[in-house]
């Protein structure tokens, strides 16, 4: 019997899949379970396996092409099975777009052109429009009346144009129109072939402006921009942030903690060898999850009719890809070590950035942490991911000067910004779980006990 493949959900989240590579090509043997295709989810490039075996007798979707869940995308089938109904129904199972559909729109065409055939000879309907004049005022083609004499060649523009539609003309007269907003659509060229050179520019601009109309808006050219497709995950950060900064009353708490001490005991960790190796990073994340702990008010989501919160520590650390961003969670990270939140961190980077993470690995969080410290930003407002209620932003760990019990000391300072979802957390809770996390960094002993 037959096997639909149909693109799955194979993410929580999963509106639509990209199908990045088919693995398998029609007429090769498949097993149930082997990897199908590689298809581009909202989150990561995850595998289409097959839930039947046989031949895979059709690919309905090429590469590149993306499907909504649900729509069939090919058909598994023994060698000698007749699959053309499957096939047949493939786009009523995907009715948004798919390569499936212009048979169909064919099919149900034909009749029609059937009807036609007797009134209307084959050889008559190229000839309906020759009667016409064309735009240019030639004839147009009539294939059933005797060839006529070769229409006399049209004229070339006065100015020939290059791909693209702009006038034919030099670099550095490119450049001087730019330079003096000229237009070179008004320029006419006196090079070879009509080609604008410098002297046309030069001519143009000392004819006045009735000849050089500074005032034309420029347009941008072919060659000036680059329209990048949109990938799966670009697509649900735009949508799910779009929901975020739009519904949600945002405002924001910044602190600066002083990280000094914070500093010397990650230095003695490092002095016990790189087995007990952490950054900045692992240490306020564990800070920051202990402060959730005994915040459960901010550890919370926003559900519509009521606020979920949450006597476990999930926390999504914001990881940049290539196309986008990503937050794998530390699960329970309140109750872990620093070495294996450490390492825990540094295999899910690894594998965000690879792309190789699973769906049970990026959801469930229930707060967020995003830090743009490594890059040399010293403060910035993170957008909060639905239906969380708070993400903090963490910035650069810097030397500064500061007065400590009446002394000019250099200390070293970091500042954090928390957004806040003013439907679950006020700004007084807000603030009293910042001083949590401060206390911790500015004590981080305190996080080994």
């Known amino acids: 019997m037959a096997t639909k493949v149909v693109m799955e959900a194979l993410s929580p989240t999963m509106e639509e ?12 043997t498949v097993a149930k379970g082997e990897v199908l295709a590689e298809i581009e989810t909202d989150k990561a490039v995850m595998e289409l396996v097959a839930r039947g075996e046989g031949v895979l007798r059709k690919r309905l979707l090429a590469e590149g092409e993306t499907a909504p869940v649900g729509q069939l995308v090919g058909v598994i089938a023994t060698a000698d099975e007749d699959i053309g109904s499957i096939v047949a129904s493939a786009p009523a199972a995907a009715p948004a777009s798919s390569g499936a559909a212009a048979p169909s729109a064919a099919e149900s065409q034909a009749p029609a ?21 064309t735009a240019l005022g030639t004839p147009g083609p009539d294939v059933s009346a005797p060839r006529p004499p070769e229409a006399p060649p049209i004229a070339p523009p006065a100015v020939p144009e290059e791909n693209g539609g702009r006038p034919r003309s030099s670099p550095l007269a490119r450049r001087l129109a730019s330079d003096r907003g000229l237009d070179l659509g008004q320029v006419r060229g006196s090079g070879p072939g009509g080609r604008i050179i410098k002297r046309d520019i030069e ?3 000392a004819a006045g402006p009735a000849a050089a109309p500074s005032s034309t808006p420029r347009r941008a050219a072919a060659g000036d921009y680059e329209d990048v497709p949109l990938t799966q995950i670009r697509k649900t950060i735009a949508r799910r942030l779009t929901e975020s900064i739009g519904p949600i009353p945002t405002f924001y708490l910044t ?10 005991l990650r230095e003695a960790m490092l002095d016990g060898g790189d087995e ?6 692992d240490i306020i994340v564990k800070a920051i999850a202990t402060a959730l702990a005994r915040h459960p008010e901010v550890n919370a989501h926003w559900l519509g009719d009521r606020v979920r919160q949450f006597n476990r520590v999930h926390l999504g650390m914001a990881v940049a890809i290539p196309d986008g961003l990503i937050t794998p969670v530390l699960f329970d990270a309140d109750r872990k070590g620093l070495g294996e939140l450490s390492h825990e961190a540094r295999e899910l980077a690894a594998k965000a950035r ?21 890059f040399g930003i010293d403060q910035f407002t993170a957008i909060i991911n639905p239906p969380e209620a ?16 009446g002394q000019i000391v250099v200390r070293k300072r970091a500042r954090f910004t928390m957004s806040c979802d003013h439907r679950v957390i006020d700004g007084a809770t807000g603030a009293r779980f910042l001083q949590d996390v401060r206390r911790m960094l500015e004590n981080s002993l305190m996080l080994v006990y």
Do not use: C, H
Not at 113 to 133: F, K, L, N
């Open 17 to 28: 899949g990209r199908l990045v590579k088919w693995v398998k090509n029609e007429g090769d």
């Open 113 to 133: 052109a059937r009807q036609e055939a007797p009134a209307a000879p084959a050889v008559a309907r190229p000839a309906a429009p020759s009667p016409t004049p």
């Open 203 to 205: 001519a143009a601009m």
């Open 255 to 264: 602190m600066e903690a002083d990280l000094t001490r914070t500093a010397e």
């Open 276 to 281: 007990f190796k952490v950054s900045f990073n």
């Open 354 to 374: 690879d792309r190789k993470l699973t769906p049970e690995q990026y959801t469930g969080s229930t707060f967020s942490v995003s830090n743009l410290g490594m």
């Open 390 to 405: 708070g993400i903090i932003a963490v910035g650069a760990v810097e030397d500064k000067v500061v007065s400590l019990a």
